[in-house]
């Protein structure tokens, strides 16, 4: 079955403008977490939603926003975007929300010039 | 918060040498994955321990979860240029997946022909 998707790859922004950032989690699976890679700093958990609903955040500042579809897509979007954004977004998709099954996609790398 | 730290950072060793990273916490985890994640891609669950003083293998990889479940350990034997990579460890705290994953920083590894 198809793995987890994630669009666009690359991106190029700006400072001060915004994003979104796409993930289409494997089939049937209703849990989408987001994860934000950096040298610095590892990978961090931004937030997880299930069935539409988050269920929690992780600690970044409000300008990192999400939403779940019903057909459990999910997109995150970034605001007013500092240099700092610059990262690698990883979605992680389960069938249930346990962390034990979940899968990564190859992730969106964000750059912010 | 709870905290991972691998050790160590990096590591360049030889093909056919031995090897064991490993990860540590004061905090207790419900169950520790490793993952192993390859540039511009997203991390792949090797394997996932839930019982202290778990051992599995994998090949020639063995992951040992410690006794109280806050440490976690990475043997790899008579290592080869494919296991090069991004070694990641991460722990489900016990609000399961919706408090998301806690990682490590990772171990560099590279296994030179």
């Known amino acids: 079955k198809a793995g987890v998707t994630q669009t666009p790859r690359y991106l190029i922004k700006t400072r001060g403008q915004q994003v979104t950032l796409s993930c289409s989690p494997i089939?049937?699976?209703?849990?989408v977490s987001w994860y934000q890679q950096t040298p610095g700093q590892g990978l961090q958990f931004l937030f997880e939603y299930f069935s539409e609903t988050q269920r929690n955040k992780g600690n970044f500042p409000g300008r990192f926003s999400g939403r779940q579809f019903s057909n459990s897509r999910s997109e995150m979007n970034v605001s007013t975007l500092e240099l700092g954004d610059s990262a690698l977004y990883l979605c992680?998709?389960?069938?249930?929300?346990?962390?034990?099954?979940?899968?990564f996609g190859q992730g969106t790398r964000l750059t912010v010039v | 918060t709870q905290l991972l730290e691998q050790s160590p950072q990096f590591l360049s060793i030889q093909e056919g040498e031995n090897l064991t990273v490993y990860c540590n916490s004061s905090?207790?985890?419900?169950?520790l994955q490793w993952y192993r994640q390859e540039p511009g891609e997203g991390p792949v669950l090797l394997v996932t321990v839930v019982t202290g003083g778990e051992v599995k293998k994998l090949k020639r990889l063995t992951f040992q979860f410690g006794d109280a479940r806050k440490d976690s350990s990475l043997h790899i034997t008579a290592a080869q240029p494919g296991d090069t990579g991004l070694y990641l460890c991460a722990g489900e705290g016990s609000g399961g997946g919706a408090d998301g994953l806690t990682f490590g920083k990772g171990t560099h590894l590279i296994i030179q022909p």
């Open positions: 992680a998709s389960s069938l249930s929300g346990a962390v034990t099954e979940a899968f």
């Open positions: 905090s207790v985890f419900s169950s």
């Open positions: 089939s049937g699976h209703r849990s």
